[in-house]
């Protein structure tokens, strides 16, 4: 049986999103659901200890039941239709807008590769592909170790988290109405 990725999605839908924030890069991360600890022990022979020195570190997050990744992709976060910030903009203040409001909906849009996402107080959040196979975000699911993945080609996945890339099989998304 084939799950619809908004399907996947809904129990996030009416929960308060918290702890949005800027990962590496371009990358956007928000939390949702009852929150948690996650403790990473420092890892000295990571392969990219040279370039990143937290991994000499341990490193400890404040998690959600539930959180989304949004990955190196154009990004857009506007309240009540006013750009707040984007990928490249450095308003950390302004992303933390949406700390608070509860997600109300996502939109597809697969033939654009975008998504949208709203909040009840106002608040939006846009992903647009960069490049066709641009990964747009992906959901964790810590009730079902399953990770929900939407790509700017318009396909999905939907695995246990440690499924190996060669192992995934991208379905076609249909188009939000």
Not at 4 to 9: N, V, Y
Not at 130 to 158: A, F, M, N, S
Request: some cysteine; glycine content about 8%; aromatic content about 10%.
């Amino acid at each position: 049986m084939t799950l619809d990725p908004l399907q996947i999605i809904a129990p996030v839908i009416g929960l308060p999103c918290w702890n949005v924030r800027r990962g590496i890069s371009t990358f956007l991360m928000l939390e949702f659901g009852e929150p948690y600890l996650v403790i990473d022990e420092p890892q000295p022979d990571h392969p990219k200890i040279h370039v990143l020195s937290m991994f000499k570190y341990r490193q400890i997050t404040l998690r959600g039941e539930y959180h989304i990744r949004i990955e190196e992709v154009q990004w857009q976060i506007l309240q009540d239709g006013m750009l707040l910030a984007h990928q490249r903009s450095h308003a950390d203040e302004a992303i933390r807008f949406l700390d608070g409001q509860i997600l109300t909906g996502v939109t597809l849009d697969p033939e654009r590769g975008s998504s949208v996402f709203t909040f009840d107080l106002g608040g939006t959040l846009t992903t647009t592909r960069i490049e066709p196979d641009d990964e747009l975000w992906t959901l964790y699911d810590d009730h079902t170790d399953y990770t929900l993945t939407y790509r700017g080609d318009g396909k999905y996945v939907y695995n246990p988290g440690d499924t190996p890339p060669n192992e995934q099989v991208w379905l076609p998304c249909p188009r939000s109405t």
